[in-house]
């Protein structure tokens, strides 16, 4: 649907060449994670901790098993990859750390391959869900600067901004205390409230214009039943290896994750590979609303590491990248990039898929922060 291969034809079952898919420029792997969504099956994973170290414990078996691509490896992802990027980024390093210092793993075992370092490059996150609880004020003002809401309704969601804000951030402390993960049954009330809040507030007045939260051009949703039926095609599925029908919602895993994880904040964890030295880039289409480019924009200039005063004080300037037209904006310093993508919506390399594939080009061969 985005950046692999082969795209899917309006029948629903015939493919065609993808010429702007990822794998043009570099080996690929595609995770259905968490355990369960997609075709995925294992254990129900009820905090990102276990999210986390199931994925990283399935990088480390896969490289034990294919050791020639445990070379210049990167991580990517959109949305709420905003939290499952910088953690497993965060995590590899860790590991690596510890390997290099000779101290042994807490959960290896006799029956487990050897652990090896994991040559990590950089990660990429794309219309990234990583610090929602400073995310009301950007909210507002894209749904004014979109033209989605009038200016009344826009003078309410500023109204809203501090006391939202102010529940959210209550909700993220109380989180960072708990013993055992929250769920929809067990998630503290100063949560709930905040949920409710937030999406009464910053989402349902966008909603409620009829516009699409992810590509405020669109209205309604986004149909995806095609997909649905290619996946879930008896051939497919044998040819794929898949047991269970695929699904474009799992509604245990969200509703655990959600209200566990979604008003926790992973800016220290970008932090820390920022300052190992670790290429990062994030990138946002300029349409979507949920996770918008104001909200990306925002978060990167709160984050605290040595590069960050000379990236606040770094203009956006027109990206065209060896394009004939600009691409979007870019604001870049040292091993940090940040790129407002013009005309997409939350699905970047859906929207525009010449300009995703030169945009990931560019950051893996680091030609992006060449003259950073």
Same mark, same amino acid.
């Given at each position: 649907?985005?950046?692999?291969?082969?795209?899917?034809?309006?029948?629903?079952?015939?493919?065609?060449?993808?010429?702007?898919?990822?794998?043009? $420029?570099?080996?690929?792997?595609?995770?259905?994670?968490?355990?369960?969504?997609?075709?995925?099956?294992?254990?129900?994973?009820?905090?990102?901790?276990?999210?986390?170290?199931?994925?990283?414990?399935?990088?480390?078996?896969?490289?034990?098993?294919?050791?020639?691509?445990?070379?210049?490896?990167?991580?990517?992802?959109?949305?709420?990859?905003?939290?499952?990027?910088?953690?497993?980024?965060?995590?590899?390093?860790?590991?690596?750390?510890?390997?290099?210092?000779?101290?042994?793993?807490?959960?290896?075992?006799?029956?487990?391959?050897?652990?090896?370092?994991?040559?990590?490059?950089?990660?990429?996150?794309?219309?990234?869900?990583?610090?929602?609880?400073?995310?009301?004020?950007?909210?507002?003002?894209?749904?004014?600067?979109?033209?989605a809401v009038n200016r009344t309704t826009y003078q309410q969601m500023l109204a809203s901004v501090d006391s939202t804000t102010e529940l959210m951030l209550r909700c993220t402390a109380i989180l960072g205390n708990l013993k055992q993960p929250a769920s929809l049954f067990t998630a503290p009330e100063t949560c709930l409230d905040a949920n409710l809040e937030y999406m009464m507030n910053?989402?349902?007045?966008?909603?409620?214009?009829?516009?699409?939260?992810?590509?405020?051009?669109?209205?309604?949703?986004?149909?995806?039943?095609?997909?649905?039926?290619?996946?879930?095609?008896?051939?497919?599925?044998?040819?794929?290896?898949?047991?269970?029908?695929?699904?474009?919602?799992?509604?245990? $895993?969200?509703?655990?994750?959600?209200?566990?994880?979604?008003?926790?904040?992973?800016?220290?964890?970008?932090?820390?590979?920022?300052?190992?030295?670790?290429?990062?880039?994030?990138?946002?289409?300029?349409?979507?609303?949920?996770?918008?480019?104001?909200?990306?924009?925002?978060?990167?200039?709160?984050?605290?590491?040595?590069?960050?005063?000379?990236?606040?004080?770094?203009?956006?300037?027109?990206?065209?990248?060896?394009?004939?037209?600009?691409?979007?904006?870019?604001?870049?310093?040292?091993?940090?990039?940040?790129?407002?993508?013009?005309?997409?919506?939350?699905?970047?390399?859906?929207?525009?898929?010449?300009?995703?594939?030169?945009?990931?080009?560019?950051?893996?061969?680091?030609?992006?922060?060449?003259?950073?």
């Amino acid at each position: 649907m985005e950046n692999g291969p082969c795209r899917l034809l309006s029948d629903g079952i015939t493919t065609e060449y993808n010429p702007y898919g990822w794998n043009e $420029v570099s080996n690929m792997i595609w995770l259905d994670q968490p355990a369960g969504t997609g075709y995925s099956m294992g254990k129900h994973e009820h905090s990102l901790t276990e999210v986390r170290d199931d994925l990283y414990n399935f990088l480390q078996a896969f490289f034990h098993h294919f050791p020639e691509y445990n070379r210049n490896f990167h991580l990517a992802g959109e949305s709420f990859a905003g939290h499952y990027i910088p953690v497993i980024g965060d995590k590899i390093l860790q590991e690596n750390k510890r390997m290099h210092q000779g101290s042994p793993s807490m959960w290896k075992s006799m029956s487990t391959p050897p652990e090896q370092r994991i040559d990590f490059r950089g990660m990429a996150i794309g219309n990234g869900d990583t610090d929602n609880p400073h995310s009301a004020p950007y909210m507002a003002e894209m749904a004014m600067a979109s033209g989605a809401v009038n200016r009344t309704t826009y003078q309410q969601m500023l109204a809203s901004v501090d006391s939202t804000t102010e529940l959210m951030l209550r909700c993220t402390a109380i989180l960072g205390n708990l013993k055992q993960p929250a769920s929809l049954f067990t998630a503290p009330e100063t949560c709930l409230d905040a949920n409710l809040e937030y999406m009464m507030n910053f989402l349902a007045p966008v909603e409620a214009t009829g516009r699409n939260i992810y590509d405020l051009r669109l209205n309604g949703t986004y149909n995806f039943t095609r997909y649905i039926n290619f996946l879930n095609n008896a051939t497919i599925m044998n040819t794929l290896g898949a047991v269970k029908k695929w699904k474009p919602i799992n509604y245990r $895993v969200t509703l655990d994750l959600y209200f566990d994880d979604t008003y926790r904040i992973y800016n220290p964890q970008v932090e820390r590979v920022l300052e190992a030295g670790v290429k990062v880039l994030i990138y946002a289409g300029d349409k979507d609303h949920l996770c918008n480019w104001l909200v990306n924009d925002a978060w990167t200039k709160r984050l605290q590491w040595s590069g960050a005063q000379q990236f606040v004080h770094k203009p956006l300037e027109l990206y065209q990248a060896g394009t004939e037209e600009a691409v979007g904006e870019m604001r870049r310093t040292q091993n940090l990039a940040f790129v407002r993508v013009y005309n997409a919506g939350h699905l970047v390399p859906h929207d525009q898929p010449k300009n995703s594939l030169v945009i990931i080009e560019q950051f893996l061969n680091g030609n992006m922060f060449a003259s950073a």
